[in-house]
């Protein structure tokens, strides 16, 4: 199945991620915690999620062979 998406991984990859940080935004918990909880969760998030989108960028570079949108 991986080999039908060559080229695409990526790609999807960066959409899938972006997506869920849009959504994130627009819906949003709905308790509303102090400032320093929400500082609190920004910092720990912020750190996890570039970590998360740097080791998935990287995986996908290593198994990547193709220029994107090409099979």
Do not use: C, H, Q
């Not at 949003?28 to 970590?51: H, K, Y």
């Amino acid at each position: 199945m991986l080999e039908n998406l060559k080229g695409y991984r990526t790609v999807i990859f960066n959409l899938v991620m972006t997506v869920v940080m849009v959504l994130s935004l627009w819906k949003p918990g709905e308790s509303w915690p102090g400032a320093s909880e929400i500082n609190s969760f920004l910092d720990s998030f912020e750190v996890a999620f570039a970590f998360l989108w740097g080791l998935g960028n990287m995986v996908l570079r290593a198994v990547t062979d193709t220029p994107i949108f090409k099979k």
